[in-house]
């Protein structure tokens, strides 16, 4: 049974950091696409950041050069380092993979090329 597992979630100043962790089981991690996307309040799901089997990463604009997605195969364990915080990115966060394609432009955009779905950690961020 495949399952996604968040935590590192919490209350955060702008300006701090978090790091997020998704503790996959249940597959061959490695060989699938992974991913973190965020819900806010009244707001749709989007992509935050993507990695691919052989580490190609993938963000939106929007935390680009503040986030960093990495992940340890040997733990099954996907990671998103996110610093310089904003209250705007206050949100759910979503670990998920399941995808077994390649990378592509624009790929964060494409939650819906994920089947496996964690339960969400929130983040929250006030100023």
């Known amino acids: 049974q495949v399952q996604l597992v968040e935590s590192g979630g919490g209350s955060v100043q702008a300006g701090g950091s978090l790091r997020l962790t998704c503790v996959a089981s249940?597959?061959?991690?490695?060989?699938?696409?992974m991913g973190w996307f965020r819900q806010a309040p009244g707001k749709e799901r989007e992509g935050v950041a993507v990695?691919?089997?052989?580490?190609?990463?993938s963000y939106a604009d929007s935390v680009k050069g503040r986030f960093t997605i990495s992940k340890d195969n040997a733990k099954n364990t996907l990671y998103l380092q996110m610093n310089s915080l904003k209250p705007e990115d206050t949100a759910m966060y979503y670990c998920?993979?399941?995808?077994?394609?390649?990378?592509?432009?624009?790929?964060?955009?494409?939650?819906?090329?994920?089947?496996?779905w964690g339960q969400g950690t929130q983040v929250t961020v006030y100023s």
């Open positions: 990695i691919d089997s052989d580490g190609t990463t």
């Open positions: 249940g597959y061959a991690y490695s060989n699938y696409c």
């Open positions: 998920a993979g399941g995808f077994s394609g390649s990378s592509f432009p624009g790929i964060v955009h494409y939650s819906n090329l994920f089947g496996d």
